[in-house]
């Protein structure tokens, strides 16, 4: 399932939800008896229900007229007697409508979680695939890294690096470049010489352990920004697991942010915050220090790898 396939579903039952929530509460507050005002209510309830199923999932117009039928017919009263034959009190419009309340308010709960839990798996399989063509073996470099509070920080490179062209065959091979190829813009090649973490905080030309990440954050003063800004980095966990970091490039208009990263061993990417094999649960931090390099570190030469300046 992918995730158009989960919005789809979680659009679809909010949407039924929400019409039976509607009609569930307006009878259980009301007890409407006149058949006007039932019919106010269902239409109330269905015209919400087919109004967000119309606008997200327009092919499940079928589902909407079902979902209509079903909540005209419980706002008929002989249908009520009916199933009253069943559930006595059920014939009660506030216990009726109170019922239907929980199950719609409990749909909406249970599909929001399965849309979470559906999300989080397939931001797993993603990041997993990623990882599929595995980098070369690296080896700690002879070369002094630190944070601004002098914490020595390794760095690595690979002892036996792919060619360009290696690598590019290999990246053509990876299931999240391929699925995410219309959320991303190219902005450098994929290589062995920097990872995502290495391309923000070594300029591109070593690779960085994510352990070394949470405290470079701290000893460099990164502080969480609620409105990011282009500069800033993003951080991407998964619960206390630190999955990836990027630099923000720059905010739209509309609140989207643009986010430049280097997808493991892979190429450089432009995409939305939102919009990669990393998931959704993600940080902004923001520190008063010029750039992102390590102490002890030289300004590398401009690269496609290495990180450009927002």
């Given at each position: 399932?992918?995730?158009?396939?989960?919005?789809?579903?979680?659009?679809?039952v909010?949407?039924?939800?929400g019409?039976?929530?509607?009609?569930?509460?307006?009878?259980a507050?009301?007890?409407?008896?006149?058949?006007?005002?039932?019919?106010?209510?269902?239409?109330?309830?269905?015209?919400?229900?087919?109004?967000?199923?119309?606008?997200?999932?327009?092919?499940?117009?079928?589902?909407?007229?079902?979902?209509?039928?079903?909540?005209?017919?419980?706002?008929?009263?002989?249908?009520?007697?009916?199933?009253?034959?069943?559930?006595?009190?059920?014939?009660?419009?506030?216990?009726?409508?109170?019922?239907?309340?929980?199950?719609?308010?409990?749909?909406?709960?249970?599909?929001?979680?399965?849309?979470?839990?559906?999300?989080?798996?397939?931001?797993?399989?993603?990041?997993?695939?990623?990882?599929?063509?595995a980098?070369?073996a690296?080896?700690?470099?002879?070369?002094?890294?630190?944070?601004?509070?002098?914490?020595?920080?390794?760095?690595?490179?690979?002892?036996?690096?792919?060619?360009?062209?290696?690598?590019?065959?290999?990246?053509?091979?990876?299931?999240?470049?391929?699925?995410?190829?219309?959320?991303?813009?190219?902005?450098?090649?994929?290589?062995?010489?920097?990872?995502?973490?290495?391309?923000?905080?070594?300029?591109?030309?070593?690779?960085?352990?994510?352990?070394?990440?949470?405290?470079?954050l701290?000893?460099?003063?990164?502080?969480?920004a609620?409105?990011?800004?282009?500069?800033?980095?993003?951080?991407?966990?998964?619960?206390?697991?630190?999955?990836?970091?990027?630099?923000v490039?720059?905010?739209?208009?509309?609140?989207?942010?643009?986010?430049?990263?280097?997808?493991?061993?892979?190429?450089?990417?432009?995409h939305?915050?939102g919009?990669?094999?990393?998931?959704?649960?993600?940080?902004?931090?923001?520190?008063?220090?010029?750039?992102?390099?390590?102490?002890?570190?030289?300004?590398?030469?401009?690269?496609?790898?290495?990180?450009?300046?927002?």
């Amino acid at each position: 399932m992918s995730d158009a396939d989960l919005f789809r579903r979680l659009a679809l039952v909010f949407a039924c939800s929400g019409g039976a929530l509607v009609w569930g509460l307006s009878t259980a507050a009301f007890a409407p008896r006149r058949w006007w005002a039932q019919a106010a209510v269902a239409l109330a309830g269905a015209g919400l229900a087919c109004g967000g199923i119309a606008l997200f999932v327009p092919d499940a117009l079928p589902v909407a007229a079902g979902v209509t039928a079903v909540v005209v017919l419980l706002a008929v009263g002989a249908v009520r007697v009916t199933i009253a034959a069943v559930a006595s009190r059920l014939a009660r419009p506030r216990v009726a409508g109170v019922i239907v309340s929980v199950v719609a308010a409990g749909g909406l709960v249970a599909e929001g979680w399965r849309y979470d839990r559906g999300s989080e798996e397939l931001a797993n399989q993603a990041f997993e695939s990623t990882d599929r063509e595995a980098p070369p073996a690296t080896a700690e470099a002879a070369v002094p890294a630190y944070t601004d509070c002098g914490t020595a920080v390794p760095v690595r490179i690979p002892i036996d690096p792919r060619t360009p062209t290696e690598a590019v065959g290999d990246e053509r091979h990876v299931d999240a470049v391929v699925e995410w190829s219309d959320k991303w813009i190219r902005r450098g090649p994929p290589t062995d010489h920097s990872n995502c973490h290495g391309w923000v905080f070594t300029g591109g030309r070593f690779n960085l352990s994510g352990e070394q990440v949470d405290t470079i954050l701290t000893d460099n003063g990164y502080e969480r920004a609620d409105k990011p800004q282009a500069g800033d980095v993003i951080v991407y966990r998964a619960g206390t697991m630190l999955r990836h970091t990027g630099v923000v490039q720059a905010v739209l208009p509309g609140g989207e942010v643009l986010v430049e990263s280097k997808w493991g061993w892979m190429g450089v990417f432009l995409h939305a915050a939102g919009d990669s094999p990393y998931g959704k649960e993600y940080e902004f931090r923001r520190s008063p220090r010029a750039g992102h390099l390590l102490a002890g570190l030289t300004p590398p030469a401009s690269s496609g790898t290495a990180r450009t300046a927002p």
